[in-house]
């Protein structure tokens, strides 16, 4: 069979060159549309329970992890100089590609208790700090406001560390899409421009920050692995076979490889992700030892027989089989991950399979073309052969392993339990930036984040009341229970201060009673009925009420409804330190 496929090779060697090299412009042309995929891979199957959970969270409150944060540590923040260069860094955020809302100190917002014209009572949301820049005089008088509210202690600043920090609330769509880089080397330019002028450390996070920043790191990594193994592979061909013709070929091999494995991608719908960007690397690591395969049995046969046709005929006909086997194990391998239900696993699996039998055509097809139209072997290139050290260091490898079976088989038999013990220490974990060093500015800042916000990632739970309206039936009991919940969470270390609608009934109470910071506390028995009214989001308020801090609140409650006590569902929100985001369904 395979003198057959020898001969129809070398036959019709010059037609399938050809073919190859048009499905290679075809797959080339595939390839450089290929994307970096901006979304979190779906590490779990679409029909899994808690994946359900979530989609259907993000039906009732919208999409979460769109956060941008931003935030510095000084004391000097209040100084008439520095705070109006905060102001004018709040306002160039604002306007920022992608960028819906901000939250920080300059934008922040307090409720003041008004009278309508049918006497009945309001709370009009105010600037804490007057829009522009501020006199010293102004900036002491709103800070004593701000310092007395309760509610952004912990959201939007650190008393104890004087850590203050701004929240963009980014678009998803444009966070989605290759436009993200230059939106978040914007923000991160306009920071580091104010940081600059005042000599205070910007520090960044948060999940659109973090998603951006590690999928530009796998497109530069991607780069600097395949260039760096191409030139690793040219280095160990060339100190083999003393041959550029020959080098060049095999590198031409598995180029061909990796834009056959890009293309593919793009033909299965599959953008480029974390893991299937190590595709690249992986088809250098297989393709080049099936070029070593083929050269080494051409240039034994040839020194044998002097002949070129000979050679080609004999390396396709004993090389070929072994190529392919070696091949097919390394796909069954590798494929097997296409069994498994992980789409991103799933992707990977697929995508590798397929092109290491693709790599073996393209080897198969192309090296013996290119040997045909390359000069015929010296003896300077076939010098490996007879390599006196490194047959020295293969004999005495072999006589040991005979002569020593004993501690073969003792040593194998450890290193086996070795591995099994192993396989029952794993644990199942997973943070978002574990590849990262260390001493990485995303990583550092992560931390920066944990330490004075007790972290960027946000916890979700959301409180099903099982039926519409469902909060009118033991209103103050439920609010109680939440406001439970909070301080029970809040008491974690790794927990930020929770953010729920409890929060915010506690500041619309604290209003009521004329901004007095001990009234920051639920509404009683007393004064609920009228408290509750207060903070009502209908989707047709007027254009006032929709500010920053009505928008954020109103983003707690189902979108079945408006008035707090007129929704089924209840979300409740925290972040969390050092785990990375999840998300899960709680019930009261």
């Known amino acids: 069979m395979w003198e057959s496929i020898a001969r129809f090779v070398l036959k019709n060697r010059w037609v399938l060159l050809v073919v190859l090299l048009v499905a290679s412009s075809f797959m080339a042309y595939r390839a450089s549309q290929e994307k970096i995929g901006y979304e979190f891979a779906r590490a779990i199957p679409v029909d899994n329970p808690k994946y359900i959970e979530y989609q259907n969270f993000k039906n009732k409150f919208g999409d979460d992890g769109n956060t941008l944060l931003i935030a510095i540590q000084t004391d000097s923040l209040f100084l008439e100089s520095v705070y109006n260069d905060y102001v004018d860094l709040n306002n160039r955020l604002k306007k920022s590609e992608g960028v819906e809302m901000a939250l920080g100190v300059p934008s922040l917002v307090n409720f003041e208790k008004v009278e309508k014209p049918d006497s009945s009572e ?7 700090f007057p829009p522009g820049h501020l006199t010293q005089r102004q900036i ?26 701004i929240a963009l609330f980014v678009n998803r769509q444009l966070f989605n899409s290759s436009r993200r880089t230059e939106a978040v080397a914007a923000i991160v330019a306009a920071g580091d421009a104010f940081g600059a002028k005042d000599h205070i450390e910007m520090h960044y996070s948060g999940l659109p920050f973090i998603r951006t920043s590690m999928s530009d790191m796998i497109k530069k990594e991607m780069k600097v692995f395949l260039i760096g193994s191409l030139i690793l592979s040219a280095i160990i061909l060339m100190v083999f076979f003393r041959s550029l ?40 690591v297989i393709g080049i030892p099936n070029c070593i395969y083929f050269l080494n049995k051409y240039h034994t046969t040839y020194r044998e027989t002097r002949n070129r046709e000979t050679a080609l005929y004999e390396m396709i006909r004993k090389m070929g089989i072994v190529t392919l086997f070696c091949n097919i194990s390394a796909a069954i391998g590798f494929g097997v991950f296409a069994l498994t239900r992980s789409p991103v696993l799933k992707e990977f699996g697929v995508v590798a399979g397929i092109n ?16 045909s139209l390359l000069p015929e072997p010296k003896p300077r290139h076939m010098v490996y052969l007879d390599n006196r050290w490194l047959l020295a260091i293969l004999d005495r490898i072999e006589i040991w392993s005979l002569n020593n079976r004993k501690i073969v088989y003792g040593l194998t038999v450890l290193v086996v339990i070795g591995a099994v013990i192993g396989i029952f220490r794993l644990r199942s974990e997973g943070f978002i930036v574990d590849d990262l060093p260390r001493t990485d500015k995303i990583y550092t800042d992560l931390k920066f984040f944990e330490k004075n916000f007790k972290g960027v990632m946000p916890l979700e ?7 519409k309206n469902g909060l009118r039936s033991n209103y103050l009991q439920t609010l109680q229970a939440i406001d439970s919940l909070s301080q029970y969470i809040a008491a974690n270390p790794n927990m930020a201060k929770p953010l729920s609608i409890v929060e915010g009934l506690k500041f619309a109470r604290q209003a009521y009673y004329e901004g007095d910071s001990s009234s920051y506390a639920l509404p009683n028995q007393f004064d609920a009925s009228v408290i509750a009214p207060l903070l009502s989001f209908k989707k047709d308020s007027s254009k006032s009420t929709k500010n920053n801090l009505t928008q954020l609140l109103r983003s707690f409650i189902d979108r079945t409804g408006g008035d707090p006590h007129e929704c ?4 409740y ?7 990375p985001a999840s998300h899960c369904a709680g019930k009261i």
């Not at 089924?568 to 979300?571: D, L």
């Open 122 to 128: 309001t709370l009009k949301p105010v600037n804490i």
């Open 140 to 165: 002491d008088s709103s800070r004593k406001i701000f310092f007395s509210l309760p509610f952004y202690r912990g959201l939007v600043y650190n008393p104890e560390t004087n850590t203050y920090l």
């Open 245 to 284: 013709g020959t080098t060049v070929m095999s590198l031409l091999v598995v180029i061909m490889g990796v834009l056959w494995g890009l293309g593919t991608m793009n033909l299965l719908g599959y953008n480029i992700s974390l893991l299937n960007a190590l595709l690249p690397s992986l088809v250098v």
């Open 356 to 371: 290491i039998m693709l790599l073996f055509l393209i080897s198969f097809v192309f090296i013996p073309a290119v040997l």
């Open 461 to 467: 739970i959301v409180i099903d009341t099982k039926r």
């Open 568 to 571: 089924q569902y209840r979300r």
């Open 573 to 579: 929100r925290q972040q969390a330190a050092p785990r």
